[in-house]
């Protein structure tokens, strides 16, 4: 059974879709949650169903591509309820397709700065509050274009594979410190990210649906019960792995 009451979530991206489904995990194990993310009205809608699950929750705007803004999310995220003993980095961006050679270098640093660069933002602060409570657990949102590819997502791709190489080094380096990392690498996942990949076109989306092995895309839902799993001490040998959610070997 997993057991999370009384402990700190910390939701990075938790305004959207994953990460609201993630929060409403968290609370109904009686976990309380800091919601991170930059639209307050969105984290008012996922805090008002935080305590209809009886639990409660803050939310701490930030702007993971501004290091001052980040810096003071270091100081209000454990002043809120005085630990952080989870965190799930879930903040991206599914930028804009172009071949390789056609890559705007705009669009490329854009890409690194909110997927890449903000998830090792937050991983150094969290990692440094966790060091002094001796235990913690943290989730990066990595994605399945983390260990394949996919044409004209070269700079999300190369994001994703770059969350998964800092997940595996900080899991090494922390591990005898109490401290577990892991990643989750979700396929498709019914989100308005997905539906902006495939324009809007749902009759494109269902047709992707239907050829996947499970003939349907992942809910938000089956995301956050991953993440729950990984950082509960179910899964207390689990470091440094990459999990899988594609309905598929």
């Given at each position: 059974?997993?057991?999370?009451?009384?402990?700190?979530?910390?939701?990075?991206?938790?305004?959207?879709?994953?990460?609201?489904?993630?929060?409403?995990?968290?609370?109904?194990?009686?976990?309380?949650?800091?919601?991170?993310?930059?639209?307050?009205?969105?984290?008012?809608?996922?805090?008002?169903?935080?305590?209809?699950?009886?639990?409660?929750?803050?939310?701490?705007?930030?702007?993971?591509?501004?290091?001052?803004?980040?810096?003071?999310?270091?100081?209000?995220?454990?002043?809120?309820?005085?630990?952080?003993?989870?965190?799930?980095?879930?903040?991206?961006?599914?930028?804009?397709?172009?071949?390789?050679?056609?890559?705007?270098?705009?669009?490329?640093?854009?890409?690194?700065?909110?997927?890449?660069?903000?998830?090792?933002?937050?991983?150094?602060?969290?990692?440094?509050?966790?060091?002094?409570?001796?235990?913690?657990?943290?989730?990066?949102?990595?994605?399945?274009?983390?260990?394949?590819?996919?044409?004209?997502?070269?700079?999300?791709?190369?994001?994703?594979?770059?969350?998964?190489?800092?997940?595996?080094?900080?899991?090494?380096?922390?591990?005898?410190?109490?401290?577990?990392?892991?990643?989750?690498?979700?396929?498709?996942?019914?989100?308005?990210?997905?539906?902006?990949?495939?324009?809007?076109?749902?009759?494109?989306?269902?047709?992707?649906?239907?050829?996947?092995?499970m003939g349907r895309i992942a809910s938000p839902e089956e995301i956050a019960e991953a993440v729950l799993w990984l950082c509960s001490d179910s899964a207390s040998y689990v470091n440094g792995h990459g999990l899988e959610l594609t309905g598929s070997s």
């Amino acid at each position: 059974m997993i057991k999370l009451k009384d402990k700190v979530a910390l939701i990075v991206g938790g305004t959207g879709s994953i990460g609201g489904a993630t929060a409403l995990a968290f609370a109904r194990q009686q976990s309380k949650i800091i919601i991170v993310g930059r639209d307050e009205g969105a984290a008012n809608e996922v805090l008002e169903l935080v305590n209809a699950a009886g639990s409660e929750g803050v939310f701490i705007h930030c702007d993971l591509t501004d290091p001052a803004s980040v810096e003071s999310l270091a100081e209000q995220a454990p002043a809120a309820y005085g630990s952080i003993d989870i965190a799930f980095n879930n903040a991206g961006w599914e930028g804009k397709p172009a071949k390789t050679a056609d890559i705007e270098e705009a669009d490329w640093h854009k890409m690194l700065d909110i997927k890449l660069t903000g998830v090792w933002r937050c991983m150094k602060f969290e990692i440094q509050q966790m060091l002094k409570q001796g235990s913690g657990a943290i989730v990066n949102m990595s994605g399945n274009w983390g260990i394949v590819g996919f044409p004209e997502y070269g700079a999300y791709c190369a994001a994703a594979h770059g969350i998964m190489g800092i997940t595996k080094a900080a899991a090494l380096e922390y591990v005898r410190d109490g401290i577990r990392v892991n990643a989750i690498c979700p396929g498709a996942v019914d989100t308005p990210l997905l539906d902006r990949i495939f324009g809007g076109n749902q009759e494109a989306k269902k047709g992707y649906a239907e050829q996947l092995p499970m003939g349907r895309i992942a809910s938000p839902e089956e995301i956050a019960e991953a993440v729950l799993w990984l950082c509960s001490d179910s899964a207390s040998y689990v470091n440094g792995h990459g999990l899988e959610l594609t309905g598929s070997s």
